[in-house]
């Protein structure tokens, strides 16, 4: 018989569990509730042999693990967030029983409702916008100079690329804080998570904008195209916008 | 950057609804509740960030390396 724990998706308000049956959890093992004082925290059981402390070291580095159970962890949560307010969890945070689930749920008892408060009937959009980085029309190649001239023309001209990149940079960074101040006025709270890798999106340019905003539901069809107008009135910068999502950034739990 | 093999993890590629893994690894792992359950505290020495990034760029790296590229 295999050791088992208690992986936690999320915790929620006024969820009927009796709406969660057919949504598989992780694994394919069946999602239930923990239900204590109010709060819902959505759990299924999972093998300690693959979660347990060093099931997860050797699985965390495993992309194709790792995808799985963020997509799954992902599905629970879509699927609760379809039903009330929702505070997704960490990937992989797990108790080991019920007693656990419980434990959590009294000691951040207050932080989670009103992380439930903020988050009710709001939805997390994702704008990002990205800089070309190609190097505008070459400068016009001079006509050759000899002597001591063409040291001198060659470093002016180094130097005028350097400066029309660098301004090129600052006009792009300066349009990210401009489409974020924007959209931030027509959200509820937002931030800016860190730019992400070339390598890892496969994007091209520099991201200069990874922007999270948590909007009314009401409000979703005036944001989105509010973003769409920003990205079609600044072609030199290729501005996505992605949602509806559950309100993963801003389902935080502040320590009052 | 056009390779099939990146394709996964394109934001670009990603059919509608669906978020794109690296978007959903950012949410998943860097921002968010955290509640320490039982496990995660003995986890607690591991920046599951830095996991991330290795096991995503070690991946990507790999693929591309399979697929006959360099990287640089």
């Given at each position: 018989?295999?050791?088992?724990?208690?992986y936690?998706y999320a915790?929620?308000?006024?969820?009927?569990?009796?709406?969660?049956?057919?949504?598989?959890g992780l694994d394919?093992?069946?999602?239930?509730?923990?239900?204590?004082?109010?709060?819902?925290?959505?759990?299924?059981?999972?093998?300690?042999?693959?979660y347990?402390?060093?099931?997860l070291?050797?699985n965390l580095?495993d992309l194709a693990w790792l995808e799985q159970v963020a997509r799954g962890h992902d599905d629970v949560v879509q699927?609760?967030?379809?039903?009330?307010?929702?505070?997704p969890l960490r990937l992989a945070t797990?108790?080991?029983?019920?007693?656990?689930?419980?434990?959590?749920?009294?000691?951040?008892?207050?932080?989670?409702?009103?992380?439930?408060?903020?988050?009710?009937?709001?939805?997390?959009?994702?704008?990002?916008?990205?800089?070309?980085?190609?190097?505008?029309?070459?400068?016009?190649?001079?006509?050759?100079?000899?002597?001591?001239?063409?040291?001198?023309?060659?470093?002016?001209?180094?130097?005028?690329?350097?400066?029309?990149?660098?301004?090129?940079?600052?006009?792009?960074?300066?349009?990210?804080?401009?489409?974020?101040?924007?959209?931030?006025?027509?959200?509820?709270?937002?931030?800016?998570?860190?730019?992400?890798?070339?390598?890892l999106?496969?994007?091209?340019?520099?991201?200069?904008?990874?922007?999270?905003?948590?909007?009314?539901?009401?409000?979703?069809?005036?944001?989105?195209?509010?973003?769409?107008?920003?990205?079609?009135?600044?072609?030199?910068?290729?501005?996505?916008?992605?949602?509806?999502w559950p309100?993963y950034?801003?389902?935080?739990?502040?320590?009052? | 950057?056009?390779?099939?093999?990146?394709?996964s993890l394109?934001?670009?590629?990603e059919?509608?609804?669906q978020i794109a893994l690296v978007d959903l690894l950012d949410r998943l792992l860097g921002t968010g509740?955290?509640?320490?359950?039982?496990?995660?505290?003995?986890?607690?020495?591991?920046?599951l960030v830095?996991v991330r990034?290795?096991a995503l760029?070690?991946t990507?790296?790999?693929?591309?390396?399979?697929?006959?590229?360099?990287?640089?």
């Amino acid at each position: 018989m295999t050791e088992t724990a208690a992986y936690l998706y999320a915790i929620a308000r006024g969820v009927d569990p009796d709406r969660l049956a057919g949504t598989p959890g992780l694994d394919g093992e069946p999602l239930r509730v923990v239900d204590h004082r109010g709060l819902v925290a959505v759990v299924s059981e999972v093998d300690l042999a693959d979660y347990g402390e060093e099931g997860l070291r050797r699985n965390l580095e495993d992309l194709a693990w790792l995808e799985q159970v963020a997509r799954g962890h992902d599905d629970v949560v879509q699927r609760v967030a379809a039903l009330g307010p929702v505070t997704p969890l960490r990937l992989a945070t797990i108790c080991l029983d019920d007693d656990g689930v419980r434990a959590r749920l009294d000691e951040w008892y207050d932080a989670l409702q009103a992380a439930l408060d903020r988050v009710q009937g709001r939805q997390e959009w994702s704008v990002k916008a990205y800089a070309d980085d190609r190097p505008a029309a070459a400068p016009a190649e001079e006509p050759a100079t000899t002597g001591a001239g063409a040291g001198a023309a060659y470093l002016q001209r180094k130097k005028a690329s350097t400066l029309q990149r660098a301004s090129a940079q600052d006009r792009a960074l300066e349009l990210a804080e401009r489409v974020h101040h924007a959209l931030a006025g027509r959200s509820v709270a937002s931030r800016r998570l860190q730019p992400q890798d070339p390598r890892l999106t496969g994007h091209e340019g520099t991201m200069t904008l990874n922007g999270a905003y948590l909007v009314e539901e009401a409000e979703a069809g005036a944001f989105a195209m509010e973003a769409d107008e920003l990205a079609a009135a600044h072609p030199e910068a290729r501005i996505e916008v992605h949602g509806p999502w559950p309100p993963y950034s801003f389902a935080t739990l502040d320590p009052t | 950057m056009t390779s099939s093999t990146l394709e996964s993890l394109d934001t670009r590629s990603e059919p509608t609804g669906q978020i794109a893994l690296v978007d959903l690894l950012d949410r998943l792992l860097g921002t968010g509740v955290v509640l320490a359950g039982d496990v995660v505290i003995s986890l607690a020495g591991v920046d599951l960030v830095q996991v991330r990034l290795h096991a995503l760029v070690t991946t990507v790296r790999a693929e591309m390396a399979a697929a006959g590229r360099g990287v640089a």
